[in-house]
T-cell receptor, first 112, second 114 residues
Framework: DAGVTQSPTHLIKTRGQQVTLRCSPK?????VSWYQQALGQGPQFIFQ???????QRGNFPDRFSGHQYPNYSSELNVNALLLGDSALYLC???????????FGQGTRLTVV | DQQVKQNSPSLSVQEGRISILNCDYT??????FLWYKKYPAEGPTFLIS?????DKNEDGRFTVFLNKSAKHLSLHIVPSQPGDSAVYFC?????????????FGTGTLLAVQP
């Protein structure tokens, strides 16, 4: 049983560009959350998707948007990239009623 | 506003001894707490959790203690092994909340010396 998978693992983008990160949740998990982990910090909640709808959003600007597909996979889009967007982006999935979240290996985004 | 705090950035312990990692929180609405372990180049791995209706939860070498009045929890690892060397994150959630989103601390780097 594959766990949470994310692609790509590493990415380098130029300031002002747009990026799309992808996540496939663990089998049986219908809820997907995205987190940003800056260097030396803990993961910070960006938003969560359930039934293809954004259910809650953390303190992130509208440049961060997402999508969930009927097969529960999800995308994170970031527009107008800033140098400060450089971070590890983590996808986490869980079955709807559980609190324990299972994380992917993350996508390391570097903005130059 | 850091609602979950891990005040020790790092901890070094001898193999076989006890490792104690600490975590404090400020939001009294939190009612579920989790510990995650993270190796470099990997995502966080769930380790153990505790509900606020309990004050202790044990799973093998790992025990989490919760002191609600002090808004403090700790993770005990006994005995510590070199493979336990990793960054440990404490996280909190409101289990009855809309999303059960996790609020993480900044992590503690544990080094277990052989």
């Amino acid at each position: 049983d594959a766990g949470v998978t994310q692609s790509p693992t590493h990415l380098i983008k130029t300031r002002g560009q747009q990026v799309t990160l992808r996540c496939s949740p663990k089998s049986g998990h219908d809820t997907v959350s995205w987190y940003q982990q800056a260097l030396g910090q803990g993961p910070q909640f960006i938003f969560q998707y359930y039934e293809e709808e954004e259910r809650q959003r953390g303190n992130f600007p509208d440049r961060f948007s997402g999508h969930q597909y009927p097969n529960y996979s999800s995308e994170l889009n970031v527009n107008a990239l800033l140098l400060g967007d450089s971070a590890l982006y983590l996808c986490a999935s869980r079955p709807g009623v559980s609190t324990e979240a299972f994380f992917g290996q993350g996508t390391r985004l570097t903005v130059v | 506003d850091q609602q979950v705090k891990q005040n020790s950035p790092s901890l070094s312990v001898q193999e076989g001894r006890i490792s104690i990692l600490n975590c404090d929180y400020t939001n009294s609405m939190f009612d579920y707490f989790l510990w995650y372990k993270k190796y470099p180049a990997e995502g966080p791995t769930f380790l153990i959790s505790i509900s606020s209706i309990k004050d202790k939860n044990e799973d093998g070498r790992f025990t989490v203690f919760l002191n609600k009045s002090a808004k403090h929890l700790s993770l005990h690892i006994v005995p510590s092994q070199p493979g336990d060397s990793a960054v440990y994150f404490c996280a909190a959630a409101i289990e009855g909340g809309a999303t059960n989103k996790l609020i993480f601390g900044t992590g503690t780097l544990l080094a277990v010396q052989p």
